[in-house]
């Protein structure tokens, strides 16, 4: 049997470190981040009722429209903040609590925020 990979644990335990003190409710849901090594997604989620109210990724074929005219991946995050941000005003929600599930705070996970940020999302 293999060893996981020693990066994979340390990012789950920094998670959990992490969701222990962070919750998203009705007036402030939580914004998820989870990055793979081609994608990015974006959730907000409301913890009380266990529902997701909006999300957004480099899949959706919206999105996929305006990243073929960007290059890189950090900018493909910040496209997909931006959106995430737009879905979130059609829905009422303008404060949310970040959480970058277990990630650094750099790169793609730092431009989702800052997308977010740009189009009217606080936190």
Known sequence: MGKTNPKYTARLKRKQRIRKNLTGTTDRPRLC???????IYAQIID????KTMAAASTLEKEIAARLSEVKGK?????????????????KGIMRV?????GYLYHG????VSDGA???GLEF
Do not use: Q, W, Y
């Open 117 to 119: 940020r740009e189009n």
């Open 74 to 90: 950090v900018e493909k995050a910040k496209i997909v903040g931006k959106a995430i941000a737009e879905r979130a005003k059609d």
């Open 47 to 50: 913890d009380t009722s266990g």
């Open 108 to 111: 793609r996970v730092k431009a």
């Open 97 to 101: 609590v970040f959480d970058r599930n």
């Open 33 to 39: 981040v989870f990055r793979s090594a081609k994608h």
